[in-house]
């Protein structure tokens, strides 16, 4: 059975095919079960029980803990499952972003093009080597965009129980996911009203999955904190330190230290490093609930020349930065991470010199589109809620990639806010 079809040019779906199936077998080659340091392996260990008490399953938002678990339970932990099920993870991610480029993308051979590029892009490719939650929320996130767009296209109820679902599993997975979610979900219930009824079950049910992942972490962290515990990142940032010390409960101690800040992002070209130093030491005791983590961020004031020191890092590193936990890959496949890290700047200077270019209007789909995008873009440039990694790019590369492919298709149309049988 192909996984394309009808297709206009069979060759780009041909190869279309073969990088689906190339990403499918990649875990094979690359098990996860091989790398289980740091991260990788504290989500490893976060998913071996949901219930138990834990920092690691307390501080981390409950999605990818639910999805490993899950894996773990019906694989048994073999080598051939999870490589098995990361392979499935990993294949979906062109096939759900081709059928999304086919709704902004008129032209059939431009919408495989656009898949086969996200589907060979090294940052979206060689993270399916690790468990990381970067790799499950990509698929979910690309998976509510399809339902959202295929809702506004067949105004049916389900499609708008699904698409809130799927936007709920993928807030509760990264947190960076919720102002996309609450952009795309929104405009879609203004587009198309679903019945009353449906609205209020699909508020509900988002809600109870909201909640249930709120007292699972809440085990742990003895306050409702279904994103796990942002304070510890706005601790981090706010500290001006490189490492951060948590001496949580009396008997355990946890050391943080962003990978960003002893990369050097800018090479070959030069030297650059982050001006953050030093250590900062925090004492938690869980009993107290959120009493602790708020304590230590209030005592971290805020300073307007720390904070543009900030946006400095954030710009450097969004742009600039590769992809952590993939440039631990040595050889052909890392040097491919490192290279393919320039993409990224001349992307956005193509596609604002193409919105400046044609006038646009965001209430039409392809328009809300490039707004979430734009918005997405610059909203993580300007945060002061983590320090900028290369891996939180990877939310924004696929509509950064799609972005650029409308922008090009959009230069033999007059206006980019004449809408077309593509927008709503």
Not at 5 to 14: N, V
Not at 67 to 78: A, C, G
Not at 239 to 244: F, G, I, P, R
Not at 316 to 345: D, H, M, N, Q, V
Request: proline share 6%; net charge positive; with cysteine.
């Amino acid at each position: 059975m192909r996984i394309i079809s009808p297709i206009k040019d069979k060759w780009l779906g041909f190869f279309l095919n073969i990088v689906i199936a190339l990403r499918f077998f990649y875990p094979f080659h690359r098990n996860p079960l091989d790398f289980l340091f740091t991260d990788p392996g504290a989500h490893w260990r976060s998913a071996e029980s949901l219930f138990l008490p834990s920092f690691l399953r307390g501080y981390m938002p409950s999605g990818y803990q639910f999805y490993l678990y899950f894996i773990r339970s019906i694989t048994s932990d073999s080598r051939f499952g999870i490589a098995f099920c990361t392979g499935i993870l990993c294949a979906l991610l062109p096939w759900l972003w081709y059928r999304i480029c086919k709704k902004f993308i008129p032209q059939e051979r431009l919408a495989l093009l656009c898949a086969i590029c996200i589907g060979l892009m090294p940052s979206l490719f060689f993270n399916y080597a690790f468990f990381m939650d970067e790799s499950l929320m990509l698929d979910v996130t690309a998976a509510a965009i399809l339902l959202s767009l295929h809702y506004l296209d067949k105004r049916a109820g389900a499609l708008f129980l699904w698409q809130t679902i799927m936007w709920t599993f993928a807030m509760l997975t990264k947190l960076p996911v919720i102002p996309v979610a609450i952009l795309f979900w929104t405009y879609s219930l203004f587009k198309v009203r679903p019945p009353l009824q449906t609205l209020v079950s699909a508020i509900l049910i988002s809600a109870l999955m909201i909640t249930c992942a709120g007292f699972k972490n809440a085990i742990s962290t003895h306050f409702f904190s279904p994103f796990g515990i942002p304070q510890m990142n706005a601790i981090y940032v706010n500290s001006t330190a490189s490492t951060l010390h948590i001496k949580y409960d009396n008997n355990q101690n946890y050391n943080y230290e962003s990978p960003s800040i002893l990369s050097n992002p800018l090479e070959p070209f030069g030297h650059w490093q982050s001006a953050r130093q030093g250590d900062e030491t925090i004492t938690i005791h869980s009993d107290q609930g959120r009493k602790d983590w708020d304590r230590e961020l209030s005592a971290l004031p805020f300073h307007f020349a720390s904070y543009i020191n900030q946006v400095r890092d954030n710009i450097i590193y969004f742009f600039f930065a590769p992809s952590w936990t993939e440039t631990t890959i040595k050889g052909f496949e890392g040097s491919l991470i490192r290279f393919s890290r320039w993409i990224w700047f001349p992307l956005m200077l193509f596609i604002i010199t193409g919105l400046v270019a044609q006038p646009w209007n965001y209430d039409t789909r392809t328009g809300h589109f490039l707004f979430i995008t734009l918005f997405m873009v610059v909203a993580m440039l300007l945060q002061n809620s983590a320090i900028m990694e290369g891996r939180y790019r990877k939310l924004l590369e696929p509509m950064l990639i799609t972005s650029g492919f409308i922008i090009y298709t959009s230069r033999n149309r007059r206006r980019l806010s004449q809408p077309t049988a593509y927008d709503v």
